[in-house]
């Protein structure tokens, strides 16, 4: 399958930068995934759960609290206020 570049970035820097196959969260207009090719949008983010499936097929699951979604040819970025991976959740 094809990979596209994925950041997600927080006020204390970025909490992932890499090649990924997959990203899925709930967006303004309900959930969403984005997968290689997806066609260029931006749209703002709700308090949800993200998975994420790398390039090496391994499933990354964090929150958010809200942010920002751009999807553009030469990447994704998902700007958070916060982000949390699922394992770091007390």
Same mark, same amino acid.
């Given at each position: 399958m094809k990979t596209y570049l $994925?950041?997600?970035?927080?006020? =204390? /820097?970025?909490?992932?930068? /890499?090649?990924? $196959?997959? $990203?899925?969260l709930r967006g303004a207009e309900g959930e969403l995934a984005v997968m290689a090719d997806h066609a260029p949008f931006i749209t703002s983010v709700l308090d949800c759960d993200v998975h994420i499936e790398t390039a090496e097929q391994t499933d990354l699951y964090g929150h958010t609290q809200g942010g920002l979604l751009t999807v553009a040819p030469e990447g994704v970025t998902? $700007?958070? /206020? =916060?982000f949390v991976w699922q394992d770091e959740k007390s």
């Open positions: $994925l950041t997600v970035s927080t006020p =204390d /820097g970025n909490r992932f930068h /890499g090649q990924v $196959l997959f $990203l899925s998902l $700007l958070a /206020g =916060d």
